[in-house]
Nanobody, 117 residues
Framework: QVQLVESGGGLVQAGGSLRLSCVAS????????MGWFRQAPGKEREFVAR??????AIYADSVKGRFTISRDAANTVYLQMNTLKPEDTAVYYC????????????WGQGTQVTVSS
């Protein structure tokens, strides 16, 4: 079993930065792909970024150039968020996937990010 625990959310002014962390524990060798998703009030959960392999990453167009996903050897996944905008306000979720594609298998509980204008 795998457990994912996010941290690092909070309140920040527009233009500011936050770094989210996701600590993975358990059988982490089974989750080669890690991602971040977010869900704003009244909206569906959406993809933000994912990382796999050695430093490979892909981003949603809405965050490209502002957010950076990374993963360290201790199986902690980070999401560095710069130049934050009010529309980035959401609950951010960390997720892990065993397969190369398809639905994610493991989810964290989420961390709130609020960007004030």
């Amino acid at each position: 079993q795998v457990q994912l625990v996010e941290s690092g959310g909070g309140l920040v002014q527009a233009g500011g930065s936050l770094r989210l962390s996701c600590v993975a524990s358990g059988h982490t060798s089974r989750i080669p792909t890690m991602g971040w998703f977010r869900q704003a009030p009244g909206k569906e959960r959406e993809f933000v970024a994912r990382t796999w392999g050695v430093g490979l990453a892909i981003y949603a167009d809405s965050v490209k150039g502002r957010f950076t996903i990374s993963r360290d050897a201790a199986n902690t996944v980070y999401l560095q968020m710069n130049t934050l905008k009010p529309e980035d306000t959401a609950v951010y979720y960390c997720a892990g996937r065993v397969a190369l594609s398809g639905p994610y298998d493991y989810w964290g509980q989420g961390t709130q990010v609020t960007v004030s204008s």
